[in-house]
C-alpha cells in the first residue's frame, strides 16, 4: 500500500474491528476488542464513510448508520461501516 504508516495503521485496525465483528457476529461468538483499536477504527471511518454512500457490492462501505452518541464504541464503530449493530443471524 502506497501511504502514510499512520493511514495504513488505521486501514488495518478497521479491518481487524469490522471483520472480526461480521465473523463473530455470523458464528453467534461475543465479540470485544481494546478501545485503542476501536477508537482506531474509527478514526479511518470517519474520514471515508458518509451516510449518503451508494449501497452495492461494487462500494467498499454501504452507508454509514446514524446512533445515539451514547452507544456503546463498538456499535458506533460498525454502524459507521454500515453494519447494523442488532443483526444476528437467522
Known amino acids: ?5 499512520e493511514m495504513v495503521g488505521l486501514t488495518v485496525a478497521d479491518e481487524v474491528v469490522v471483520h472480526g465483528w ?5 458464528t453467534g461468538q461475543p465479540y470485544r476488542c481494546e478501545p ?3 477508537d482506531a477504527a474509527r478514526s479511518f471511518l470517519v474520514q471515508v464513510t458518509s451516510p449518503d454512500a451508494p449501497a452495492g ?3 467498499p462501505f454501504g452507508p454509514s ?3 445515539p452518541g451514547g452507544a456503546p464504541l463498538l456499535d458506533r ?3 459507521l461501516a454500515g453494519r447494523d449493530p ?4 437467522g
Open 86 to 89: 442488532g443483526w444476528s443471524p
Open 77 to 79: 464503530v460498525v454502524a
Open 36 to 38: 485503542e483499536l476501536l
Open 22 to 26: 461480521d465473523t463473530a457476529r455470523a
Open 1 to 5: 500500500m502506497d501511504a502514510p504508516g
Open 65 to 67: 448508520r446514524q446512533l
Open 57 to 59: 457490492p461494487d462500494v
